[in-house]
């Protein structure tokens, strides 16, 4: 009875060794022949499904392919990521022979005009202005020292948690090593000063632009100072 169980384990061992072996066979013998591109919620502004199409040709040469591990996968995501206008790539092959590639694009969060114009994300990375497509973003006027960046970053984060700011902003610059935006709707500029108790200015500034909007014999001013602890002063 014992010699019979064994060798019924035993069996049943080996044809889940030769199944093993005949699955491992039959997926490197598979090849892609089709691929299928998706933007992360059908955003795709930069890019299109053709161009990317292209660039995965480039690099693996027509269809079909052979895809006979892993690794070939995290290659070609590694290799679309090296795109400036792409953040993250995800790709996975089907057994219907087909190659899935998720694609999410970079958003620029704001577009910087010094010698050379490029966006940049709310992770702090550039890419290039394009030719096909213009993002509507804020503008930073003049060169971003690199020190200066963070800064910049924290202030369009707190400006974007605000829809009033978040619609009204539209040029950001250093002056002095002080920072100076401009609203859409207002013809003053306005000195932040540092970036410390950025939440308190901003809840100043809106104030003020309330009182400017609610006020028909409102006084013109150039320049709205924050600086200055608890106070709004214009000029």
Not at 182 to 197: A, H, P, Q, R, W
Request: with cysteine.
């Amino acid at each position: 009875m014992k010699f019979k169980n064994h060798l019924f384990f035993g069996l049943i061992f080996s044809m889940l060794i030769l199944l093993s072996a005949f699955a491992y066979h039959k997926n490197n013998q598979r090849k892609i022949e089709q691929i299928n591109i998706d933007f992360k919620n059908d955003r795709s502004k930069f890019l299109s499904p053709s161009v990317v199409n292209k660039l995965l040709i480039q690099i693996k040469g027509e269809l079909p392919w052979e895809i006979k591990d892993s690794l070939a996968l995290n290659m070609l995501e590694t290799f679309l990521e090296n795109n400036p206008y792409i953040h993250n790539a995800e790709i996975f092959s089907f057994l219907d022979g087909t190659l899935g590639v998720n694609i999410q694009e970079k958003k620029p969060l704001v577009c910087v005009q010094g010698k050379t114009g490029y966006y940049m994300d709310d992770f702090g990375s550039k890419f290039p202005i394009s030719k096909s497509y213009k993002a509507i973003v804020p503008v930073y006027e003049g060169e971003l020292e690199e020190h200066q960046k963070n800064e910049l970053l924290m202030l369009m984060n707190a400006l974007n948690q605000d829809p009033f700011f978040k619609r009204e902003l539209k040029t950001i610059y250093h002056k002095s090593n002080t920072l100076f935006i401009g609203l859409k709707s207002y013809d003053f500029e306005v000195e932040m000063g540092s970036i410390n108790k950025l939440n308190d200015k901003l809840a100043r500034l809106k104030v003020f632009c309330a009182y400017q909007d609610n006020n028909e014999l409102k006084k013109k001013y150039r320049l709205i100072s924050l600086k200055f602890k608890n106070q709004i002063v214009g000029s």
